[in-house]
């Protein structure tokens, strides 16, 4: 019989299931915390009268090397989140 495949499969799914909840969530999270590194830019851009486009631009590759770091985290977060929950599932 298959019950234990099945009830591996099953615990595999309400595992992902939840993990996919979670990482649904730290995407939104993310993405309001990228939106407002967006929204801070183009504030600071305005109040900062230089002329210069090489401020904004470096101001803007930050922004974009500041978000790549923190999608990476989240990523890192993601893999580990899931990792600690198959691990606590298979010990049940």
Do not use: W
């Not at 649904?24 to 486009?53: F, P």
């Not at 978000?67 to 977060?77: A, C, H, V």
Request: charged share 25%; glycine share 6%.
């Amino acid at each position: 019989m298959d019950v234990p495949f099945e009830a591996k499969l099953g615990r595999n799914y309400r595992v992902g299931l939840l993990e996919q909840i979670g990482r649904l969530l730290r995407d939104e999270s993310l993405l309001s915390r990228v939106a407002a590194l967006n929204t801070q830019e183009y504030h600071d851009s305005l109040s900062v009268i230089t002329g210069s486009t090489a401020t904004s631009t470096s101001s803007s590759e930050e922004a974009k090397a500041r978000i790549n770091s923190l999608y990476g985290l989240l990523q890192r977060k993601n893999a580990e989140s899931y990792q600690e929950r198959i691990a606590t599932a298979m010990q049940q």
